[in-house]
């Protein structure tokens, strides 16, 4: 571990956020947590040791390193910037990351603010979900400066398998950007083959376990297929937070002039989705959508 920090803050015990600051916890570090439900705090300590604080400033008070996972721009905000906020606590010299998917503006926006208090920044989505999270092998794509990078790394590799530095401040959230655009499109593909190899009469699983061994073969259909077939969406990346991150894909996209028409219309499909009360369900209910169009 890096020998000038020995104090770390968490703030967001999600359902990624819970199980990586447990990974922290794991390697012996003392940990202060903050969530706003406090009851999820007060059973992270529970489970995990360290200590749980009423808010963001409080638990990121003398902290050499400060981890934000929250939902959106706006509870990144919250937690970092507003009157209660994690910078409000931190001193000159400490460290900032965000595992937040958020927007490239807003990576901007922590950056200067954190450099205006001497502050370090990284921007570092995740990719992988709760399992990956779980299991300590999340992608994890930052953007920073190399010096930060390189005092965050031996921390991030507690639970990425992967952790690169993709370039500047915001270059974590626009690979995040294109790791979306890119799940949107293959999520899609593999519902529309399984809807037709159903309606083909063809047995989907052993349609799955020959094309998994080509071209056709993904993270998705791999750790996803079984449960399509079957029916089941209540795990996973939940529709409405996927909508959340191809909005933001969308704007960015309209920013640098790039067309992203399967994107667009990927997302009209969860749209649909959640018309049918879907919202919590995880992405690869795309199916369900060509199961009963009546009903999207």
Known sequence: ???????????????????????????????????????????????????????????????????????????VRQVTTGPEGALGGMAAGSLLVDHTT???????????????????????????????????????????????????????DLYGRAVTLMGAAGSGQLTKMVNQICIGGLIQGLAEGLHFADRAGLDPLRVVEVISQGAAGSWQMD??????????????????????????????????GARLPVTALVDQFYAEVQAMGGGRWDTSSLLRRLRDPDKA
């Open 1 to 75: 571990m890096p020998q000038d920090i020995s104090s770390i803050a968490f703030i967001g015990l999600g359902v990624m956020g819970h199980p990586m600051a447990g990974h922290l916890a794991g390697a012996d570090l003392d940990v202060r947590v903050y969530n706003r439900t406090a009851d999820k705090a007060a059973a992270w300590v529970a489970e995990h040791g360290g200590s749980h604080h009423p808010t963001p400033r409080e638990a990121a008070h003398g902290a050499d390193l400060v981890l934000v996972c929250v939902g959106n721009d706006d509870d």
């Open 102 to 156: 958020a927007s490239a503006e807003l990576a901007a926006e922590l950056d200067a603010a954190c450099r205006e208090h001497g502050i370090g920044f990284i921007d570092a989505p995740v990719s992988g979900g709760q399992q990956g999270a779980e299991q300590g092998t999340l992608t994890i794509m930052c953007g920073g400066a190399l010096a930060d990078f390189e005092r965050a790394r031996p921390l991030l």
């Open 223 to 256: 750790n996803r297929h079984r449960t399509m077939i079957e029916d089941e969406y209540e795990h996973g990346f939940a529709v409405d937070w996927m909508r959340k991150d191809l909005g933001i894909c969308l704007d960015q996209a309209r920013r640098l």
